[in-house]
């Protein structure tokens, strides 16, 4: 569906006056390959000014790169626009498509008559969409009295009322509360197990990454660092499972064999440990009176954060799947 | 789910049905601006016959003062009517038009991104920009206009002839051809630099002002300037000139004066062609 | 601060040169904008100096006024423009309309005064950027006049002091349709259309019919510029030109009480709505 390859793009950044300013070359995304299947809900992942964006932007015809090659569904974004366009949908995070005066229902009748989605069509997706986002509350609201999570939900369907083959969502769910979040989670997964919409998504919310993607790719600097299964990335770079002990009094020695102390505060304890539960608990148990314990697995988000901070994938060799 | 009915833009189909779906989809942009303006009623009331009343106010003062002088070197109220009617009827439906491109628009549709909106939706990206920003508040603007001219015409005893009916609304549509593609450069420039905005004003309102009086006030540099570098004297001094029967100046033809149908269309097409150069360099940084 | 003296009653004089100065600084922040809107100006001023010189004609002399003063009555009315803001001024309604204005309440100063302040800086801002050069430009070019005499100056400065209180307060008044209207930006159109004709910005009053005059001696328009730009001219000169500067000073002090009342009533009514 998408193949990218050794993609690159530079801005120019002016530096000071017009006259006297320097500009400054700023590589967004440098030599990135990748490909995603038809299908496939792939999970784009990077720190802040990774090049993430610059990268959507590229595969829906809105930049032209420096060099590279990009097909998408057979076509190059860029050459053909209007052919391209005709077949994705993209939402833009906290930007709106929708016409700001206008009640939601008549700016996606509006987007009818641009993608020329047929009459019945349009009822038929109108009607699932209003049913799986619940539009139908605010379908008669202007655009700019919803609230984020609202206007959100109305962006996704005006995204996909003319059935594109593909998605692309840069920070759909930024802003939202868990409630909003998930309900777009939802839908998402759900046009994509239906109706085989193929979806590239940005995201500072690893939750929606885990909730959605099998596939996350991970770009820094411009440069793609990881390209592969979730699961993996947590097994390879995830930190240690946590043991909480709450000891009937603090210990004199915090310490148990075979276990990582990674910090103690009164009679509670944290202990690092890989692989089963009942060994170290049967130990800890042993070491001292015990009132409470509990495990706490690591979280996708403290990996990711490690991977950010410590540029733990930026050997060379970590590059491949 | 069958997505072979869905026609998908961009590929071949009948010259006919593609004019008949752009002028549809141009119509449907226009009234959805239409409906989101009039939801604020009072507000669109106010602010419709308010931008009227600057034109009536800068009119009237001129109307005011001539009798203390008599004419504006030879030429009557009327004379100059016809002339300020005119050149104020086609910049307001041009500005009705062309809003889209008109600078503080552009730039502010490129800064909150509806501009990349517009290039993500299938359609013909100028059908997008034209259909983008509709004041319709101005249609009043459109109506006092058409009366100055109006009261020009018949005040300064213009014999209804077809030539002088061509020549007149030739001159309109030449002059929207024209400032439209002033529209279209200045709103092309700020993709480069907004500061350029103030710059273009001198050309597209400075103009306005200047063909709506007789150019032969201006002295021989500037009028020759804006007749044969910024051909802007054939729009409608050359038109006017001819339908009250005077002679054109320079010993110019009388084919002269009808040109204005050809001049404007030409500085349309010239824009447009830097329009494209523009939205390339867009594609290339995205400012 | 002290809770026995309410701010307002003794101004904050620092606080308020501060601001000025501010809005001052502010209008440096864009030269290459400035030098834009100057070359406009100064493109206008010609086409409407062609207009004038091509009505005289042959005649010396109009309604009292020269060619020549014709030239530098256009030349002041395009210095002025900015400095006086004699397009219209929507700073202070787009601040209510943005419940920005709740905000500015809850610092110790008065709202009139702090609006005023700022103002006068972004005024002499503008006069410096682009009245100056243009008044230059005209003096160069086109011979402009100036006043005559110390008296013409001290007259001419106190009437263009005061041409800016009179322009202030009614553009503020103006602004003050927002506390109670959504649509005071159409409100403003109405009243930036008659401030150009009345002020004598678009063309001098002196040209218009007696009748014309008359019905805008009862308005403070005239106070808003004309009466600066017949005093620099000395088409009004001793006693004359007092009593035009007294008139000033009464619209000023008139429509700056008005101000202030119009603006309690409806920070009032701000309160009421809840912002
Ligand atoms: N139009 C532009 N002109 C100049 N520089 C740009 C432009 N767009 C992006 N950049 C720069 O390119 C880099 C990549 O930006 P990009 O928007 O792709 O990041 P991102 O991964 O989407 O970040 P975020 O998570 O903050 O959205 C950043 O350093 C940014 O400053
Ligand atoms: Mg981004």
Redesign the interface.
């Known amino acids: 569906m998408i193949t990218v390859q050794n993609l690159k793009k530079t801005f120019r950044v002016r530096r000071g006056g017009l006259l006297r300013g320097s500009s400054v070359v700023m590589e967004a995304v440098r030599d990135v390959s990748f490909s995603v299947g038809r299908g496939e809900i792939v999970g784009y992942l990077g720190p802040n000014g990774a090049g993430k964006s610059t990268t959507i932007k590229v595969l829906t015809g809105l930049l032209v790169p420096d060099s590279g090659q990009v097909t998408v569904g057979g076509l190059v974004p860029w050459k053909d626009r209007r052919a391209h366009v005709a077949r994705l949908g993209a939402v833009f995070g906290q930007r709106t498509t929708l016409w700001w005066d206008l009640p939601v229902h008549e700016s996606l009748e509006l987007l009818r008559h641009v993608y020329r989605v047929p009459e019945a069509r349009f009822r038929q997706n109108l009607r699932d969409f209003t049913e799986l986002l619940e539009l139908g509350p605010f379908l008669n609201t202007p655009a700019r009295a919803l609230s984020l999570g609202q206007r959100m939900r109305a962006d996704l369907a005006a995204a996909l009322l003319h059935d594109p083959e593909l998605l692309f969502l840069d920070e759909p769910t930024v802003g939202l509360d868990v409630v909003a979040k998930e309900r777009i989670r939802e839908f998402v997964r759900h046009v994509n197990a239906t109706r085989e919409v193929t979806v590239l998504l940005t995201t500072h919310d690893l939750g929606d990454v885990e909730r959605l993607a099998r596939r996350v790719m991970i770009i820094d600097h411009g440069s793609l660092l990881y390209d592969g299964a979730l699961a993996s990335l947590q097994a390879r770079y995830g930190s240690p499972r946590e043991l909480v002990v709450d000891y009937e009094a603090a210990p004199t020695d915090p310490q148990v064999p075979g276990l990582t102390l990674l910090g103690a505060d009164g009679p509670r304890v944290r202990y690092g440990f890989t692989g089963a539960a009942a060994t170290p608990i049967a130990r800890v148990t042993a070491h001292a009176p015990v009132r409470d314990i509990a495990v706490k697995e690591p979280e996708i988000e403290a990996t990711i954060r490690r991977i950010y901070e410590g540029g733990l994938l930026r050997d060379a060799a970590l590059l491949k799947r | 789910m069958d997505k072979s009915s869905i026609s998908r833009p961009g590929q071949r189909e009948g010259l006919f049905s593609s004019a008949v779906y752009h002028l549809h989809l141009y119509f449907l942009l226009l009234r959805a601006q239409a409906r989101s303006q009039a939801v604020y009623r009072l507000s669109f009331a106010l602010d419709a016959v308010g931008s009227a009343l600057i034109t009536l106010a800068e009119f009237a003062a001129f109307a005011l003062v001539i009798p203390r002088f008599g004419t504006l070197s030879g030429w009557t109220l009327g004379e100059v009517a016809l002339l300020y009617g005119l050149a104020e009827l086609a910049f307001v439906l041009m500005d009705l038009l062309f809003g889209g491109f008109d600078a503080p628009n552009l730039s502010g549709h490129v800064r909150s991104g509806s501009f990349n909106t517009f290039l993500l939706r299938p359609a013909p990206l100028r059908l997008q920009i034209f259909g983008s920003d509709f004041a319709l508040r101005r249609i009043t603007r459109v109506f006092l206009a058409a009366g100055i001219l109006a009261y020009g015409v018949s005040a300064s005893g213009i014999v209804w002839t077809p030539e002088a009916a061509f020549l007149l609304a030739g001159s309109v549509l030449g002059m929207i051809a024209f400032f439209g593609g002033l529209f279209v450069i200045g709103g092309t420039l700020t993709f480069w630099t907004v500061e350029s905005v103030e710059a273009m004003n001198v050309l597209t309102y400075g103009g306005r002002t200047l063909i709506s009086y007789p150019m032969d006030i201006y002295g021989q540099f500037l009028r020759k300037t804006f007749t044969y570098l910024l051909p802007a004297a054939f729009l409608s001094y050359f038109p006017v000139l001819h339908v009250l029967g005077r002679p054109l100046p320079d010993g110019l033809p009388l084919l002269a004066a009808y040109l204005s149908p050809l001049v404007g269309p030409l500085m349309l097409a010239a824009a447009f062609a830097f329009w494209s150069v523009g939205v390339r360099h867009y594609g290339g940084t995205g400012t | 601060m002290q809770a026995a003296l309410p701010s307002s009653a003794r101004p904050n004089v620092a606080l308020y040169a501060s601001v000025a100065r501010l809005g001052f600084r502010r209008q440096f922040a864009?030269p290459?904008?400035a030098l834009?809107?100057l070359?406009?100006n100064l493109?206008?001023g010609?086409?409407r100096i062609?207009?004038l010189?091509?009505?005289?004609?042959s005649?010396p002399q109009?309604?009292g006024l020269t060619v020549q003063d014709a030239i530098t009555y256009t030349g002041l009315t395009q210095a002025f423009i900015m400095a006086l803001s004699l397009f219209g001024w929507t700073d202070l309604m787009r601040t209510v309309h943005r419940g920005e204005v709740a905000s500015d309440l809850l610092r110790p100063h008065d709202l009139l005064y702090w609006w005023a302040a700022q103002d006068a800086g972004r005024a002499v801002g503008q006069f410096v950027l682009r009245g100056l050069p243009m008044l230059t430009l005209f003096a160069l070019v086109w011979g402009a006049t100036f006043p005559a005499g110390a008296t013409g100056w001290l007259l001419t400065t106190l009437s263009l002091l005061l041409a800016w209180a009179c322009g202030f307060a009614f553009r503020f008044l103006v602004n003050c349709a927002a506390f109670w209207?959504?649509?005071a930006?159409?409100?403003?159109?109405?009243a930036?259309?008659?401030l150009?004709?009345g002020s004598g910005f678009?063309?001098p009053l002196a040209?218009?019919?007696q009748w014309?005059q008359t019905v805008l001696a009862f308005t403070p328009f005239p106070s808003m510029m004309n009466t600066t730009v017949e005093v620099w001219l000395g088409v009004k000169t001793g006693p004359e030109a007092w009593a035009a500067v007294a008139v000033q000073v009464g619209w000023a002090l008139l429509l700056f009480a008005l101000a202030a009342s119009v603006l309690s009533r409806g920070l009032r009514r701000l309160e009421v709505a809840g912002g």
């Open positions: 864009y290459q904008a834009w809107g070359i406009t493109f206008f010609v086409l062609a207009v010189v091509a009505l005289f004609g005649k109009v309604a209207s959504p649509d930006v159409g409100i403003g159109r109405f930036w259309a008659v150009g004709l678009l063309m040209f218009f019919p014309f």
